[in-house]
């Protein structure tokens, strides 16, 4: 089963606006969350992550949120620049275990 | 400092066949993982080594993977014999440290098998 959801396959946004990319997640046991980058013929890159015990983490133009009591969490990334456009994957890890759980992704297109 | 390799980048083969992957971490990484990506789905965990030894192997998906990681530097990934429904991207990840923080991607070995 899918423990970690990406719903939206894609994502189109003007450059210098805001990009917002969403995840929810089913699993009570996650307690520390990552978003990562990726390129084309490339492997995922960590971008930024965020740990249960807080509900914001913010690194230059990204800004994760978490929202523990509805399970999702969400990556601003403001302004949006066109080398921003790639498949963006949230990611999950449990505090019994290291098993990081991905979601499908969401493709980012930031249109010039 | 090199980053994670994965060889091949690209292989495709019959059904039945057999393909072994390779995957050399970050020098002085103890954890290395395997994921897979099938057809733009999730990227599914596979299995995780610390060092030589399998600290977890639940996502392995039935015998026909065979994953080791000899001396505790670089790992395998052996599909004995393939089905069409282990055509995915293969990746392999390693970091320092278990479990928190990013760990390191290679990028990927596109598996077809036909």
């Known amino acids: 089963d899918q423990q970690v959801k990406q719903n939206s396959p894609s994502l189109s946004v003007q450059e210098g606006r805001i990009s917002i990319l969403n995840c929810d997640y089913t699993?009570?046991?996650?307690?520390?969350f990552l978003w990562y980058k990726k390129y084309p013929a490339e492997g995922p890159t960590f971008l930024i992550s965020?740990?249960?015990?807080?509900d914001k983490n913010e690194d230059g133009r990204f800004t994760v949120f978490l929202n523990k009591s509805a399970k999702h969490l969400s990556l601003h990334i403001v302004p949006s620049q066109p080398g921003d456009s790639a498949v963006y994957f949230c990611a999950a890890i449990p505090g019994n275990n290291n098993d990081m759980r991905f979601g499908a992704g969401t493709r980012l297109t930031v249109k010039p | 400092e090199a980053g994670v390799t994965q060889f091949p980048s690209h292989s495709v083969i019959e059904k039945g066949q057999t393909v072994t992957l390779r995957c050399d971490p970050i020098?002085?990484?103890?954890?290395l993982y395997w994921y897979r990506r099938v057809m733009g789905k999730e990227i599914k965990f596979l299995l995780h080594?610390?060092?030589?030894?399998?600290?977890?192997e639940s996502g392995m998906p039935n015998n026909r993977f065979l994953a080791e990681r000899t001396g505790g530097t670089y790992s395998t990934l052996k599909v004995q014999p393939a089905e069409l429904e282990d055509s995915g991207v293969y990746f392999c990840a390693s970091s320092q440290q278990a479990g928190r923080g990013g760990y390191t991607f290679g990028s990927g070995t596109r598996l077809t098998v036909v």
């Open positions: 699993n009570s046991m996650f307690d520390y």
């Open positions: 965020i740990s249960s015990i807080k």
């Open positions: 020098s002085g990484h103890d954890n």
């Open positions: 080594f610390v060092k030589e030894s399998k600290q977890d």
